[in-house]
């Protein structure tokens, strides 16, 4: 089993449009949280941090399910410039601020259509 | 201010051949990480740095792979007998582990290694 699943879509939605995602992780002891966005061909930027409390950032809002190890990213509104492929990722603190190894899922893509 | 910086951003080589990819992270930035992505695919992690040493290696395919970083700073991926799977992008991050918002990870432009 990999350790963060995502269902690698293609979502294709209008514009307007809420559009959910979802993430799976394998080990219970993961400790943070976060979805990335890709554009095609480009780098991954950080999107939005994951809170058991939830974390509303404008559109875009990441939850996380600790016991059924599940992390969602909604986003409200679709606009054609939100069409990217979006990461989940999930990582152990190493201590203190630091962080070990970072673990992307394959990503979702999606596709926001006139 | 200047971002990650990696060299070659293309890298065509023949199979059996090795290859040297670097990486000059942010200044100031302790944490460095390597990743490679297969197309349409998410990123697999090779391995990380804090300061010179590599806590975590675990990702790194086999032993013909290998990652140093020397004075905290510059990093070098070095693949040797390249096989036609190595081929894929390899992309170099950093953060500060003190100034950067929790989950970041500043990433370079990759370097596109295509293995004939």
């Known amino acids: 089993r990999k350790e963060v699943e995502q269902d690698p879509g293609p979502f294709n939605v209008p514009e307007g449009a809420t559009v959910a995602f979802n993430c799976t992780y394998s080990?219970?002891?993961?400790?943070?949280f976060f979805w990335y966005r890709q554009d095609c061909r480009k780098e991954p930027k950080l999107l939005v941090s994951?809170?058991?409390s939830g974390n509303e950032d404008g559109r875009f809002t990441a939850q996380l399910n600790r016991a059924s190890q599940y992390i969602s990213l909604l986003i409200r509104d679709s606009k054609l410039s939100d069409s990217a492929t979006y990461l989940c990722?999930?990582?152990?603190?190493?201590?203190?601020?630091?962080?070990?190894?970072?673990?992307f899922g394959q990503g979702t893509i999606l596709t926001v259509h006139p | 201010g200047a971002g990650v910086s990696q060299s070659p951003s293309n890298k065509v080589t023949e199979k059996g051949k090795d290859v040297e990819l670097r990486c000059d992270p942010i200044?100031?930035?302790?944490?460095l990480y390597w990743y490679r992505q297969s197309l349409g695919q998410g990123l697999e992690f090779l391995i990380y740095?804090?300061?010179?040493?590599?806590?975590?290696k675990s990702g790194l395919p086999s032993d013909r792979f290998s990652a140093e970083r020397t004075g905290g700073s510059v990093s070098t991926l070095t693949i040797q007998r390249t096989q036609q799977e190595d081929s894929a992008v390899y992309l170099c991050?950093?953060?500060?582990?003190?100034?950067?918002?929790?989950?970041?990870?500043?990433f370079g432009n990759g370097t596109r290694l295509t293995v004939t």
């Open positions: 991050a950093s953060r500060h582990n003190l100034r950067d918002k929790a989950g970041t990870l500043h």
């Open positions: 080990n219970s002891a993961s400790q943070s």
């Open positions: 994951v809170y058991s």
């Open positions: 990722v999930v990582t152990f603190n190493a201590g203190g601020t630091s962080y070990g190894k970072l673990t």
């Open positions: 200044s100031g930035h302790t944490a």
């Open positions: 740095f804090q300061g010179n040493s590599a806590p975590d």
